[in-house]
């Protein structure tokens, strides 16, 4: 029996253990900065608490369950004839049982009693049993934990709200999701486009507006079906941003359509840096300006 509880106690510390390794693990995955020791613990101290409290239940389940085991054995050793605590070794506690006890403060079965109240419902009568002391520790100590977690997140420097903490993972996210965005050059859109200047570049759009492009503005962005791009009108604004924008979304109801489909976003910001170039050229046979005069704005 006792090789049976020492193991059992064992393999629950370990759960126990492991379970506020796990949160740990899980808490330190998502934390942006290096965590306090003093925020570690006050995270994670309901995890290290209700195991405390699950361990004392424990206890409690295993105690009650030797008590039984001893009144049925001293009364089968009682039917029998049988000295009862010769055979049972009652005389000598261990260490561990006086600490069970001590903490637990449970009225043996044999005794109850004395400690049974004079009420009772339906054949039930109530157990006047103490507070165990483990169960008081803790609930004490839940106090002293609150009182220290209260003042060191709310009235210190030291610890931010709840509030304060939302703000700051808030702020964190808005720089790592721009950072990402400005590495990802496929998720540019008509907000964070720039215009182009490389050659290289320039020469990728080039490829794209004759494939795709002079059928309808000319090889010198002249115009024909659509507009000129050598003049400085624009039907639907002028500047990398609108142009961008235009090109993606297309004008349907003006025949063009819109190439998000079939480009991608760097794509189309190399070809409208590209068709920009051609502003203010005024080729040969330009077609009539069209739209609204474009004064540069900085982008």
Same mark, same amino acid.
């Given at each position: ?82 000295? *009862? ?56 100590? *839940? ?24 703000? *700051? ?76 924008? *235009? ?53």
């Amino acid at each position: 029996m006792k090789n049976k509880f020492i193991k059992t106690s064992l393999s629950l510390c370990l759960v126990l253990l492991a379970t506020a390794l796990f949160a740990n693990d899980a808490s330190a995955g998502q934390a942006v900065a290096q965590v306090s020791f003093m925020d570690w613990a006050l995270e994670n101290i309901v995890f290290i608490l209700g195991g405390f409290i699950i361990f004392g239940a424990f206890l409690g389940v295993i105690r009650l369950n030797s008590q039984l085991l001893e009144l049925q054995k001293i009364k089968l050793l009682e039917e029998h004839g049988i000295e *009862t605590m010769e055979k049972l070794n009652l005389t000598e506690e261990s260490f561990w049982s006086r600490f069970v006890k001590e903490q637990t403060k449970a009225v043996a079965i044999e005794n109850e009693e004395d400690v049974m109240l004079d009420h009772e419902y339906d054949g039930i009568r109530e157990l006047d049993n103490i507070l165990p002391p483990w169960w008081v520790s803790l609930f004490n100590i *839940t106090i002293v934990i609150g009182v220290i977690y209260f003042a060191y997140y709310h009235m210190t420097d030291y610890g931010q709200s709840s509030a304060e903490e939302w703000e *700051t993972e808030m702020a964190e996210a808005k720089v790592a999701v721009k950072a990402y965005i400005d590495s990802q050059p496929d998720a540019i859109d008509e907000n964070s486009v720039v215009l182009l200047e490389d050659p290289a570049d320039l020469a990728a759009g080039k490829k794209i507006y004759t494939t795709n492009c002079t059928v309808c503005h000319g090889a010198a962005g002249e115009g024909g079906v659509g507009p000129n791009f050598g003049d400085r009108y624009w039907l639907h604004g002028g500047g990398i941003k609108n142009v961008f924008k *235009t090109v993606k979304y297309g004008v349907p109801e003006k025949g063009m359509i819109a190439w998000k489909a079939s480009l991608k976003a760097s794509d189309m910001q190399k070809v409208a840096s590209y068709l920009l170039t051609f502003e203010g050229t005024n080729p040969e046979n330009g077609k009539e300006p069209e739209g609204e005069l474009w004064e540069p704005t900085e982008e």
